[in-house]
């Protein structure tokens, strides 16, 4: 039998930070503190599943060199009726570390985060759910079709967002009993995440946004539809144009992009940080005729589902390659910056900014023929093949017959098919912003696979849906007091970018705590520059709407800019429902 919120836990709640780990950190105690069957509605937690044990000197979060000394709790609980099973993990830092928070960290590609500890270094207790499909083990895209045309609909929406939901709404009651905190008390609860982490972390405060009090997403993975199927445009445009660039010559049209607009933002630094300007000033066509080199080398790539999968890996070799940029080059790298459009010239989706790495569009080589072919990334042909086609294959094996209505037709059976689960696109926050939340939003602006004005066409969503009546900058200023967007200039994916070399906001969670408990609100992002001319430069970004211009090699503004921003503006008519 379940122990009561009594004696015990009382007794613990006077001396809570006095207690060490050691008191704090045992079965009985986690047993009394589970939310009771009923509390949280259709879940039941099973008590006999707790184990809890002292973790001394650990190290802890990716790429950290801290140690932590925390409790290692495990639990499963079903959902009522279902006769199913969800594993949790917690990490409970030693009570004298406890500084009442709770922290949620977000995965990547079609993984949920498997590690609970990464909260351990704000003080903050951590959890990770293995979501009902063993997501510890496995990667999403592993489970979501039990066969050919029959989809896993439980861990579908679990992965969506309901997984983490429900670990965050136990692991705050858990927190409270645990340390014998009372029940009415705030634990401060953060989520952080970056790629479909990011598109996690929107998952959350779109669905359980009154269980957040800050959140921080980079670079969401959603419009998941659209975006999935934007992994095969490049190649689709490839296809149409009947050519197949050598990948020297796309990255040598990326590199001379890279140094013609850099200046027009007003410093010469290796990085445009302004891309608007130069898609407004920059003719691609002006490239034409460049010479590129690039010696033979043999790569080896991982396969889309990460450190959990082997089999998607693949090495490749490629020849020396030089020439000079054709017109054709120049055709196809501009219609993958122009963006998807269907027949008729109505457009479908958005693109990455003028200056991106065109990684999507990589041919590989065949030496039998000794010509480039089409390649299809992984990332989109197994969306299509898995979650459009309905077929248990882990890519596309070609393009045939496929057209640009193709691809449209792909976006919209995606869309409509998981609008409610994966396409993590609800521009109503109200449940988050009318409970305080507050959400840091950023994006590389070279963000090469997840286009960053994916997230500026979010943030007008929000913008239009939440304040339809208010003027422009009354709208403006009601944003900024709960939603602020960041563009890192010259960013690429979730990361600094190694054609530019440019700044990276690396203290996220110090602004959004002071954000959060002590109501200092952020105007600029915080950013570091770590490689270049410029390495060690502190840049405080420029908050969207406004943008960067340099004045000096030292010093920028942050500018209103109407063509600028009139330039990341889209509609997407070649869909018949609002494309949020
Ligand atoms: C809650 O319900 C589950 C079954 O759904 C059961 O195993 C568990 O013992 C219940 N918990 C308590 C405290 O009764
Ligand atoms: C953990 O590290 C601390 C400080 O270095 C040390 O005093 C303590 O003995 C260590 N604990 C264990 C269990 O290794
Ligand atoms: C945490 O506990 C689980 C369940 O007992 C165990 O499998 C896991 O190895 C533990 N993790 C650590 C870091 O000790
Ligand atoms: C899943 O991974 C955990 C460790 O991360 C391991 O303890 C467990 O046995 C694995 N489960 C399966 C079904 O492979
Ligand atoms: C592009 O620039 C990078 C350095 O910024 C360089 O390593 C690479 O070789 C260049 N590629 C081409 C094709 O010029
Ligand atoms: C770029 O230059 C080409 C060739 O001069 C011209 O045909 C094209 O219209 C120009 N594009 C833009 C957007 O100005
Ligand atoms: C490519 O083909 C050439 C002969 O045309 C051969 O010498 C070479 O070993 C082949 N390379 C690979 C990686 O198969
Ligand atoms: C996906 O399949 C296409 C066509 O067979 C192939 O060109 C491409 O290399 C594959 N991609 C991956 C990542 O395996
Ligand atoms: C699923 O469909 C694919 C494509 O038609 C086929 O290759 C595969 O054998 C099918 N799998 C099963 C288990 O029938
Ligand atoms: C492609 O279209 C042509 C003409 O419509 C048709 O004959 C062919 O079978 C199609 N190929 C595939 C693979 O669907
Ligand atoms: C910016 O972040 C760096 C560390 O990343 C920190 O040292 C510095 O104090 C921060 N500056 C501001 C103004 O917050
Ligand atoms: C600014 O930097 C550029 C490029 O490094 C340099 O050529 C220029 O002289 C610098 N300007 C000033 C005023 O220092």
């Not at 140094?259 to 003719?283: E, H, M, Q, W, Y």
């Not at 959990?308 to 080059?329: H, I, L, M």
């Amino acid at each position: 039998m379940r122990l009561s919120w009594g004696a015990s836990a009382a007794a613990l709640a006077a001396s809570a930070s006095a207690a060490s780990l050691a008191d704090v950190c045992t079965v009985s105690n986690v047993q009394s503190a589970l939310p009771s069957n009923g509390t949280l509605l259709g879940i039941n937690m099973i008590p006999s599943t707790v184990t809890a044990s002292p973790v001394y000197n650990a190290s802890a979060g990716m790429g950290s060199t801290e140690t932590y000394t925390y409790c290692n709790v495990t639990v499963t609980y079903e959902h009522t009726g279902k006769g199913d099973s969800v594993v949790i993990k917690y990490a409970f830092p030693k009570p004298s570390d406890f500084k009442k928070r709770f922290y949620v960290a977000g995965g990547g590609g079609f993984s949920l985060s498997s590690d609970a500890t990464g909260g351990l270094e704000y003080g903050a207790v951590g959890g990770a759910t293995s979501a009902g499909y063993d997501a510890f083990n496995n990667s999403y895209d592993e489970v979501v079709l039990y066969g050919n045309g029959t989809i896993n609909w439980d861990a579908t929406y679990m992965f969506a967002y309901q997984a983490l939901g429900e670990m965050t709404k136990i692991g705050k009651v858990l927190t409270k009993g645990f340390y014998g905190m009372a029940s009415s008390a705030k634990v401060y609860t953060y989520y952080e995440g970056c790629s479909d982490g990011g598109r996690e972390g929107m998952s959350q405060i779109q669905r359980y946004g009154e269980e957040y009090d800050g959140a921080i997403t980079g670079a969401p993975a959603f419009r998941f539809a659209q975006q999935q199927v934007h992994h095969v445009f490049s190649a689709a445009a490839e296809q149409t144009l009947d050519y197949y660039p050598p990948p020297c010559e796309l990255a040598k049209i990326v590199n001379a992009t890279i140094a013609a607009c850099d200046p027009l933002d007003g410093r010469t630094d290796g990085v445009i940080s302004r891309t608007d300007l130069c898609k407004l000033k920059f003719n691609l066509t002006s490239i034409i005729g460049e010479e590129y080199y690039c010696a033979a080398a043999t790569s080896t790539s991982l396969g889309f589902g990460f450190s959990k999968r082997a089999d998607g890996s693949s090495t490749s070799t490629t020849p020396e390659q030089s020439g000079k940029v054709t017109a054709k080059g120049v055709q196809v790298a501009q219609a993958i910056y122009d963006g998807l459009h269907n027949s008729k010239g109505e457009r479908a989706y958005l693109s990455w900014q003028v200056g991106s790495e065109l990684s999507d569009g990589d041919t590989t080589w065949n030496n039998a023929t000794s010509k480039w072919e089409m390649s299809i990334p992984s990332t989109g042909g197994e969306y299509v093949t898995k979650f459009i086609q309905l077929l248990d294959l882990d890519n596309l094996s070609d393009l045939d017959n496929v057209t640009y209505d193709t691809l449209v037709d792909w976006m919209n059976t995606g869309m409509v098919r998981y609008m409610d689960s994966l396409q993590t696109t609800l521009p109503d926050l109200t449940p988050f912003q009318s409970s305080g939340g507050k959400l840091l939003h950023y994006h590389g602006e070279s963000d090469p696979s997840i286009p960053s004005a994916s997230s500026v066409h979010y943030w007008q969503s929000v913008r239009s849906i939440m304040y339809p009546h208010l003027s422009s900058q009354d709208s403006l200023k009601e944003l900024a007091d709960w939603y602020q967007f960041y563009l890192v200039p010259g960013a690429a994916h979730c990361g600094t970018n190694k054609l530019q070399p440019g700044p990276y906001p690396e203290n996220n969670m110090q602004t959004m705590i002071d954000w959060v408990e002590n109501d200092v609100k952020p105007s600029r992002l915080n950013a570091t520059v770590s490689s270049g001319t410029y390495e060690g430069e502190t840049q405080m970004l420029c908050q969207w709407p406004t943008r960067p211009l340099w004045k000096s090699n030292s010093t920028f503004q942050c500018v209103d800019d109407k063509a600028s921003i009139e330039s990341w503006t889209y509609s997407f008519p070649a869909f018949k429902v609002p494309v949020y």
